[in-house]
């Protein structure tokens, strides 16, 4: 039986990888970088692209090596839009480090998987969930993908066909009232309602947000949302600790920003 040692596997993820620096879009394209993404938006129907991730059985690589194809499958091909691919660079699986390490070596190789993906369920927004320390791969992916958009692979129209997608990143412009209240929403439809906490905390989380984000918030809501999300702590599982992040977060880190609400009745930044 031949055994193949590591050293004798083609390099994929990795083809592109320099000792110092990031791979330039033209060293990317070189290697055929994109030429894939060109020949499924001239060629191939969104459904076809679907099938043919699940036909390749490729795995995620965050542990539990969930099929990529099964995760597409959950997009039906009559949901509603607008439709999102997030991809999760936030790598919380412990002692690993490969999507840092791959942001530092091939941008444009996942940014171009993201693309791809995103045309198989027809997603027209994208988004990067990226850790607070992974700064400079942050950095990275921002300055990269304003490259691929100048070069015609983001936006509107991608390499002159019907099918467009916009990555999002959240800048100065973003309301974090709304941002939040679209993450308790989910957070509230999809809990399974067992115990109290989750069951009558989130809704009550979202509606008050709601009313922030109406311009109908009052001065009561702030600590009310406080102390409401420390509630949600004494959940059975961690569904609704999970939930509480982000709010605890946006009351944390933009206090000001839900107080400008609630005075100005109104959204600040809209």
């Known amino acids: 039986m031949n055994i193949m040692m590591p050293k004798d596997y083609p390099k994929v993820l990795f083809q592109n ?33 679907k099938q043919q991730i699940l036909d390749a059985v490729l795995l995620g690589r965050g542990g539990a090596a969930f099929p990529a194809g099964k995760k597409m499958e959950t997009v039906a091909d009559d949901e509603p839009f ?8 936030d790598e919380m699986e412990p002692g690993t480090f490969k999507d840092r390490v791959l942001i530092h070596a091939d941008p444009h190789m996942l940014i171009e998987g993201m693309i791809i993906t995103a045309y198989g369920i027809l997603a027209d927004k994208g988004l990067i969930f990226i850790r607070h320390e992974y700064e400079s791969a942050a950095k990275i992916l921002e300055r990269e993908l304003r490259v ?14 019907e099918y467009s997608l916009d990555i999002m990143i959240f800048d100065h ?6 941002v939040t209240l679209n993450l308790i929403d989910f957070f509230a439809r999809e809990s399974c309602g067992w115990c109290t906490p989750c069951r009558e905390g989130l809704p009550y ?18 600590p009310a949302i406080e ?10 599982c961690a569904f609704a600790p999970g939930a509480a992040a982000p709010v605890e977060s946006l009351l944390t880190y933009f206090g000001d920003e839900v107080r400008e609400h609630i ?8």
């Open 227 to 236: 102390e409401m999300s420390r509630h949600l702590g004494n959940a059975y």
């Open 205 to 222: 989380i979202r509606d008050l947000l709601a009313r922030i984000e109406a311009g109908e918030g009052e001065e009561a809501f702030f």
């Open 148 to 161: 691929a958009g100048e070069a015609g692979y983001l936006g509107q129209n991608i390499l002159g066909s």
């Open 82 to 89: 607008p439709r999102y691919i997030v991809c999760n660079a």
């Open 17 to 49: 990888r320099k000792p110092d620096r990031i791979t330039t879009l033209d060293e990317y394209r070189q290697s055929g970088g994109y030429s894939a993404l060109a020949h499924v938006l001239k060629e191939e129907s969104h459904a076809v692209v």
């Open 263 to 270: 005075t100005q009745k109104k959204c600040p930044v809209k």
């Open 173 to 178: 412009t973003t309301c974090m009232v709304a």
